[in-house]
């Protein structure tokens, strides 16, 4: 028996296809470019699908993802594995920037481990401290980047990482605490933040390949031994911020050649610089002498201690500095120029040919004075002393006097005659510059004419 069915539009026979009207099949809807299946999510090239928001002109910062549910890309597999160990919340064998971000203490989970690198600890963003002993002994340890919020530093947090390189402390830590880096032996450079306030004891000491260090401005207190037997030590600026060196804060530290001390500082420790051997320049700014310690400056020699030119005599009595009242050279540190003696000595009794030939004898008028002048690498000519040829009368112009062949230059004012030599006192010298000293005459106009005879070179220290 054949059963048939009515359908909206149509009849569908039993073989299950519609008959329209007016007769005839009909085949199946064709389906739309672009269906939307929740299991087929849309092309990957269509820039509107959210599950691909990748915009090549603006690429997600990998520091700072969007989804803080991505896994962190650790470069090294010991620390990843230390890290899963302890804060993989989800246990997916991962951490993520989230799980990260949520650990507040390390403890010394990492303390002697073989962990060669841990630059992701930077996204450990609720970290305040690194604890005490934290990385002690992680002597495969070669780089590291602090997280920065930390605040404190703690005792031995890093000592005896012999093999970490370099170290930044962000400007939100306040205290480096004792041994923090003892013993970093391969550590070349440190560079200290702007937040910093104390440099605990031994912090750095036995840092033996650690060559610069930069002081952030906000450090009160270096403390004791801190950078001793940094041996590599060359370079080491101290800012305004600090009022107390602390006992051997430099010892042995036996590559610094120059120091400066700025007039912050109110109290130095003893031995503070003690066997820094080639520590040939220190500058100390304070017009009052810092409360000392002994041995401040002991086992080096020909040292000069630059202080400021009104306060020489204050430093050569006050205690413990008196030791080194030969050291000390008065400067002015407004115009970075010494201000102290240099002697140039010249035989007295010695005949001083002043015959030669002057640059431009036609400009020489008959009131120049004659005398001896210095001159700085050919600039800021100053005249010495002037003076005339021994026996002639004062009142002879120097066209009189340029008519006797020789001038003795005994002559000289009888205070600046000692143990048979005329010194001539030159003041306003920069260290290290080379002055040449001239016979010759200034005239009227300023101009300055020289013989070329009698011409000595002399270095200022």
């Not at 007769?23 to 809807?29: A, K």
């Not at 004791?224 to 590599?232: G, L, T, V």
């Not at 530290?253 to 109110?266: A, G």
Request: with cysteine.
């Amino acid at each position: 028996m054949l059963f048939t069915a009515c359908t909206e539009g149509g009849v569908i026979d039993e073989g299950g296809t519609t008959e329209q009207p007016g007769g005839g099949n009909t085949e199946e809807p064709e389906s739309p470019e672009n269906p939307e299946d929740p299991e087929n999510p849309e092309n990957p090239e269509n820039p509107e699908n959210p599950e691909n928001p990748e915009d090549p002109e603006n690429p997600e910062d990998p520091e700072n993802p969007a989804d803080k549910t991505r896994a962190i890309e650790f470069q090294d597999e010991n620390t990843k594995l230390i890290c899963t160990l302890h804060w993989d919340e989800d246990e997916d064998g991962e951490l993520s920037y989230e799980e990260a971000a949520a650990v507040t203490s390390i403890g010394t989970i990492f303390n002697g481990s073989q962990i060669l690198a841990f630059t992701e600890l930077k996204y450990f963003t609720s970290l305040r401290k690194i604890e005490d002993s934290a990385f002690e002994g992680c002597n495969s340890l070669v780089k590291i980047t602090l997280p920065e919020q930390i605040t404190t530093i703690g005792e031995d947090a890093f000592s005896e990482c012999a093999n970490l390189t370099k170290i930044v402390i962000p400007d939100s830590v306040t205290l480096i605490d004792s041994n923090a880096f003892y013993e970093c032996i391969r550590l070349t450079s440190a560079t200290i933040g702007n937040g910093v306030t104390e440099i605990g004891w031994y912090a750095f000491q036995d840092c033996t390949s650690l060559a610069s260090v930069t002081i952030g401005n906000s450090v009160t207190l270096i403390g004791d031994a801190a950078f001793s037997y940094c041996s590599s030590l060359t370079n080491v600026i101290i800012p305004n911020s600090v009022n107390t060196i602390e006992d051997e804060a430099f010892i042995e530290c036996t590559s610094l050649k120059s120091i400066t001390i700025p007039d912050s500082v109110t109290s130095i420790g003893q031995q503070a610089f003690d066997g820094c051997t080639r520590l040939k320049e220190v500058y100390c700014k304070a017009t009052t002498p810092p409360a000392g310690g002994k041995y401040m400056f002991n086992g080096i020699e020909q040292q000069k201690i630059y202080v400021p030119k009104e306060s020489v005599n204050a430093y050569k009595s006050a205690e413990y500095w008196k030791v080194y009242a030969s050291r000390f050279v008065g400067y002015d540190f407004d115009k970075n120029t010494i201000d102290t003696d240099v002697e140039i000595a010249v035989a007295v009794g010695s005949v001083v040919d002043i015959t030669g030939n002057p640059e431009n004898e036609a400009s020489c008028p008959s009131d120049s004075t004659m005398g001896i002048y210095i001159e700085a690498n050919g600039n800021e000519i100053k005249s010495i002393m002037t003076f005339i040829a021994a026996g002639v009368p004062a009142e002879l112009t120097p066209e009189e006097a340029l008519a006797h062949p020789t001038a003795d230059i005994s002559n000289f004012i009888p205070d600046l005659i000692e143990d048979g030599y005329v010194i001539f006192v030159l003041s306003g010298l920069t260290p290290g510059t080379t002055y040449d000293i001239f016979l010759g005459f200034t005239t009227i106009y300023g101009e300055t004419k020289y013989f070329h005879k009698q011409h000595t070179t002399a270095a200022a220290e």
